[in-house]
């Protein structure tokens, strides 16, 4: 029989799979059908299939600046360090030059992950055995303290879009499950905090609409002021999490997640959604 904890793991990972479509593919089938008695075993899941595909695919690299002791010259050459070796009567020119590699920061925030997973009590064996043998493939990728990762310095394009959803896993065992002992020792919660999982639940919010509902416009759009004057610069912007517009329908969700609110209002319907949705069912006919 299913209990009430793996239910709500379970809407975790639902609302991952509409947040990220990496999910539906048939990679993670395995995953979907799993049941999860906390949320580190559903991370380190998902974490440990989806380095499996990136390591298929070789590792993301970036060019970074690398400054060596070369023979001959390469790149921009170090006056500073060059003389010095000539004072040493050393033939070697200091350069610094660019040079691919995988020892950049997404492939040090999926290490520094993996290794908090793996020294997790709650995690199954089998998970990290999985991510212990990838981390194999990590030795040229430098080991990152959580709190030193540049979160705002992470930015998506066609070369790295596969690891969107890995990220976003990352984040999620990083900001909402970390927890400092006194010992000053890292350990993980049982469960995300509330302020990470309402981003998650917001996106998921809009993604299925914009799925499930394509007649539907979906937007997070700023509501102007209702002002006579139309002086609005002291006032703050008003900025909608998630609104729906069918005609000249115009529904604003305000999406707000409590970690109660899945265990026991999950069934109940807000009366304003339903009769939008059903409105919207009669449209359709």
Not at 17 to 40: C, G, M, P
Not at 82 to 99: G, N, P, S, W
Not at 178 to 197: A, S, Y
Request: glycine share 2%; aromatic share 10%.
């Amino acid at each position: 029989m299913t209990s009430d904890k793996n239910i709500l793991i379970k809407n975790i990972y639902y609302m991952l799979s509409y947040a990220f479509r990496a999910l539906k593919q048939s990679s993670f089938e395995s995953v979907a059908v799993e049941e999860f008695d906390n949320a580190q075993n559903l991370f380190a899941a998902i974490l440990s299939r989806g380095i499996g595909l990136v390591l298929k695919q070789g590792l993301y690299r970036e060019y970074i600046c690398v400054k060596n002791d070369l023979p001959l010259a390469r790149g921009k050459i170090d006056m500073s360090g060059t003389i010095k070796h000539k004072m040493a009567r050393r033939q070697v020119l200091t350069c610094e030059y660019d040079e691919l590699s995988e020892n950049n920061l997404f492939n040090q925030v999926l290490k520094a992950t993996a290794q908090l997973l793996i020294k997790d009590e709650n995690v199954k064996s089998e998970y990290k055995s999985a991510l212990k043998k990838e981390m194999l493939y990590f030795s040229n990728v430098d080991k990152i303290e959580p709190i030193c990762i540049a979160w705002n310095k992470i930015r998506f394009h066609r070369n790295n879009h596969t690891y969107r959803l890995l990220i976003a896993i990352c984040r999620l065992v990083m900001d909402g499950m970390i927890q400092t002992t006194e010992e000053g020792k890292i350990r993980l919660n049982n469960f995300v905090d509330d302020q990470r999982m309402h981003k998650l639940y917001e996106r998921f919010i809009f993604e299925y609409y914009r799925q499930e509902f394509p007649q539907l416009s979906v937007t997070a759009s700023c509501i102007p002021w209702a002002l006579d004057d139309g002086f609005d610069d002291a006032l703050p912007q008003m900025q909608s999490d998630v609104m729906l517009s069918y005609k000249d329908k115009i529904l604003i969700i305000d999406a707000k997640y409590y970690s109660h609110t899945m265990q026991m209002q999950f069934d109940k319907k807000n009366n304003a959604l339903s009769q939008f949705i059903s409105n919207l069912c009669l449209c359709k006919k």
